[in-house]
């Protein structure tokens, strides 16, 4: 059973640094491109970031570029985000994603973790 | 990047059916054929419902199709029924070098 299982969301002040973490299990995780996408309270999904299979391809949404980090260790199976100056319109839940299909191209999300809240506020 | 243009909210009665459109432009939805849905129930995560425009994961029922035409990929449930409500969000490939595009979102109420 594929298994997404996200950490390290918590209250932090704006400006400061935060770094989730999503241990994957069930499946191979090195053959997946992996996401993270949050929700902030009562809004839409939006796409953070995502990395290829063996980390050489990144992409990030505008508003975090220069500010946060996707990265993987495929023999730790795990993925993580690495958010720095953080601000107020950064609070959400944070969800790591993969995609359905091994090797897929199209970027579905077939498998989500639960989410970590992340709050960022004084 | 501009979200995706989805309806804020549809309805139908049980058995009905209903469609929901995805409006992007030709750098995301109307140039590639990698448009997917999702379902969410409140307070739980994401469901992958259809992918690349039209093919269903194992396990969502075929009640769940998907089409696109142009720049406008749509979402129609047939049979509607009460656990089908929910909000349902498409996305998009996106040529700029971005991670991709979600639309805002459609709420689905099912009278």
């Known amino acids: 059973e594929v298994q997404l299982v996200e950490s390290g969301g918590g209250l932090v002040q704006p400006g400061g640094s935060l770094r989730l973490s999503c241990a994957a299990s069930?499946?191979?995780?090195?053959?997946?491109?992996m996401s993270w996408v949050r929700q902030a309270p009562g809004k839409g999904l939006e796409w953070v970031a995502n990395?290829?299979?063996?980390?050489?391809?990144?992409y990030y949404v505008d508003s975090v570029k220069g500010r946060f980090t996707i990265s993987r260790d495929n023999a730790k199976n795990s993925l993580y985000l690495q958010m720095n100056s953080l601000r107020a319109e950064d609070t959400a839940v944070y969800y790591c994603?993969?995609?359905?299909?091994?090797?897929?191209?199209?970027?579905?999300?077939?498998?989500w973790g639960q989410g970590t809240l992340v709050t960022v506020s004084s | 990047q501009s979200a995706l243009t989805q309806p804020a909210s549809v309805s139908g009665s049980p058995g009905q059916s209903i469609t929901i459109s995805c409006t992007g432009t030709?750098?995301?939805?109307?140039?590639?054929?990698?448009v997917s849905w999702y379902q969410q129930h409140p307070g739980k995560a994401p469901k992958l419902m259809i992918y690349?425009?039209?093919n269903r994961p194992s396990g969502v029922s075929n009640r769940f199709s998907g089409s696109k035409s142009g720049n406008t990929a749509s979402l129609t449930i047939s049979g509607l029924q009460a656990e089908d409500e929910a909000d349902y969000y498409c996305?998009?490939?996106?040529?700029?070098?971005?991670?991709?595009?979600f639309g805002g979102g459609t709420k689905l109420t099912v009278l």
């Open positions: 994603a993969s995609t359905y299909r091994s090797y897929s191209s199209s970027w579905e999300m077939g498998y």
């Open positions: 069930g499946f191979t995780f090195s053959s997946y491109w």
């Open positions: 990395i290829k299979q063996d980390g050489s391809e990144k």
């Open positions: 030709s750098s995301d939805v109307g140039g590639y054929n990698y």
């Open positions: 690349e425009v039209s």
């Open positions: 996305s998009s490939y996106t040529s700029s070098s971005t991670p991709g595009v």
